[in-house]
Every structure is written in C-alpha cells, then in structure tokens.
C-alpha cells in the first residue's frame, strides 16, 4: 500500500462478518484468536452525524437502532461531537493528510506529471499551507481527542450513519469531498476505532452502513455492538 498520511493512516479489514474482522485483528495484535469479547450496552447517538442525512439512510439507520434497543441496549442522546466538531476535524484532516502526503512524495523523486490530474492538484495545493496551519490541526486533535475520550464515560459506543448519504454515481462524486468524508475523517484523525457495516439497502440504491465508534482501545465494545448490530439486520 502507499501511504499517504503516517499520522492517520489506519489498518483496516474487509470481511464478510463482524467475527471474522475480530480474527484478523487478532492477527495483527499477534494473539490468538479474537480480542476478548466485550460488552457495549450503553449505545451514544451524537445526532449531528445525521446532518443532511438522505431519508433511505435515515430510515436504515433508525432501524437499526430500534432492533438494539429491543435487544436491551440503552440509547444515550449526545451533545458532542457536535456539528462543529465534525467539520472542524474534517477540514483539519484534510491540512494534515495533504502536507503529509506531499512530504511523502517528495521523497520519491517521481515525476508529478505522471500522477492523475487530482492527486497533483492535491499535492499542490501544500504549497499555500503554512506551519501555523499545521500547528493549528495539531492542536486541534489533541483537543478534540481528550473532550471527545471524555463522552465515553457515558456510554460504552456512539453510533451514526457511515456516510449521510446514498452512494453516488461515479459522474460527480468529485464534488462530495467532504460530505463523504464527514462523519468518518473525525476518528482517523483523534485516532479513535471504528466499525462500519451494513444497515441495508434501500430500493434503488447500494447499501448504507452504520457506524461504531469506540474510545481509544475500544475494540472489544464496537465488536460487541457490531455482533449486536448485525444480527438485528438478518
């Protein structure tokens, strides 16, 4: 894989369950077997992650979220993070990943011309970014980080939609930068584990996911939630 950011970088599996994905992150911890099973009872909604939601993934989600209360989950309504905090990380990612990137590639010595037009335009766009703008983020995820490790207190996860939208077609998805990235681009950059699975697929459309969202080392709780989760949606 080529990097592109060494401070959001994360591994990440694709699996056909939740308990496989539990095996391969044991691999990768080098246990055996999965991580201890946890228990995520206490289930945080932070409602601004539903900001321009489409009303198919509302619905997905809504569905999920009754099925887990039935199944003896406690619904907790979130202050944070809230719409701020979602767009000011998102914007903040957007500052670190670049100059990171760009100083990955200037290490390569490769010939930019031969990269696609939108990777180049990216790379470039460093050039305006100054050191105060990377001090800035910086600061900001550390911020962002110990209020938002904070809210765990409260609850064992938070959940949201993966993405507030339907997928779109491929004609345009360009200009959806940040709306596609909204409510996931906030975790890689406090540095927080997440688990996105399917919610179902509305008429016409791919599927929608449901994210999980865990505090630091919070693995065996999104597991938990995510095997909860998942076994509402069969």
């Known amino acids: 894989a080529v990097a592109l950011s060494w401070s959001l970088d994360h591994f990440g599996v694709i699996a056909g369950s939740v308990d496989d994905a539990a095996l391969v992150l044991g691999v990768a911890r080098g246990e055996v077997g999965p991580p201890p099973a946890g228990q995520a009872r206490r289930i945080g909604v932070p409602r601004a992650a539903w900001q321009g939601v489409d009303a198919q993934v509302e619905r997905a989600l809504e569905l999920t979220i009754d099925s887990l209360v039935a199944s003896g989950c406690e619904l907790v309504e979130l202050d944070r993070p809230n719409a701020e905090d979602f767009d000011r990380a998102n914007l903040a990612s957007i500052v670190v990943s670049r100059c990171e990137a760009a100083a990955y590639h200037d290490t390569l010595g490769l010939d930019r011309s031969l990269y696609s037009a939108d990777i180049r335009a990216q790379l470039a766009a460093t050039s305006a970014a100054t050191a105060q703008d990377f001090i800035d983020a910086q600061r900001l995820r550390q911020e962002l980080r110990s209020d938002l490790t904070a809210v765990f207190d409260g609850v064992d996860v938070m959940l949201m939609p993966t993405v507030p939208i339907v997928a ?44 999980l969202v865990g505090p630091p080392w919070g693995e065996a709780a999104i597991l938990s939630a995510g095997r909860a989760a998942e076994l509402t949606a069969r």
């Open 168 to 211: 779109p077609p491929h004609e345009g998805a360009e200009k959806l930068p940040l709306v596609l990235t909204r409510n996931v681009a906030i975790w890689s950059f406090v540095g927080f584990p997440a688990l996105s699975l399917p919610a179902g697929t509305p008429e016409g459309a791919l599927p929608v996911g449901v994210q």
